[in-house]
């Protein structure tokens, strides 16, 4: 997946959505929790996402992606401009591994059950992963993205769109 042009430039996307709409959130909205409809910030979404392409940056070298990593402390969570260094630094990894093959095998674990500490492990690939972060970040975007409206703010059309509802709308027009 990586070392294919229009697929970094996909990944890229998020990032670059991502960026604009932390360019455009108050701090306050930023750290606000909209009970008792959310339970969690911007802020936190914003971590949350972010936390799934750290732990696959940072496990990439051993091959073993550990989703259960998380940086709950981190500023990301209370500070647009936190998360804007932040996903300024993930751009920077996506371009560095375009090169790398996307089969790349990678061992996955993550918790499974609310109420037992129970970590399952599964086999993927890079590729598959960096669809995954991707993904889980669109749908996360579509929850900022009704938080801030929430809040009386616009967001970009296309944030939080999945790229298949891209895809429909074009084709209905």
């Not at 997946?1 to 697929?7: K, Q, R």
């Amino acid at each position: 997946m990586a070392n294919n042009e229009f697929e970094l430039e996909s990944q890229l996307q998020i990032v670059n959505q991502a960026m604009a709409f932390l360019n455009n959130i108050s701090l306050e909205h930023y750290q606000q929790v909209l009970k008792p409809h959310f339970t969690g910030s911007m802020g936190a979404h914003m971590r949350h996402i972010l936390d799934h392409y750290l732990a696959l940056q940072q496990g990439l070298s051993s091959q073993t992606i550990d989703y259960n990593r998380r940086h709950r402390d981190s500023d990301v969570a209370l500070c647009p401009n936190s998360a804007l260094l932040a996903w300024a630094q993930i751009k920077t990894w996506l371009i560095e591994i375009s090169g790398l093959d996307a089969s790349i095998g990678l061992t996955i674990v993550c918790e499974t059950s609310l109420t037992i500490n129970q970590n399952s492990q599964t086999t993927s690939t890079l590729g598959r992963e960096l669809l995954f972060v991707s993904s889980h970040a669109i749908h996360h975007f579509s929850l900022l993205l009704v938080m801030n409206s929430l809040l009386g703010n616009e967001s970009a059309s296309s944030f939080g769109l999945a790229p298949a509802t891209a895809s429909y709308l074009r084709q209905s027009a």
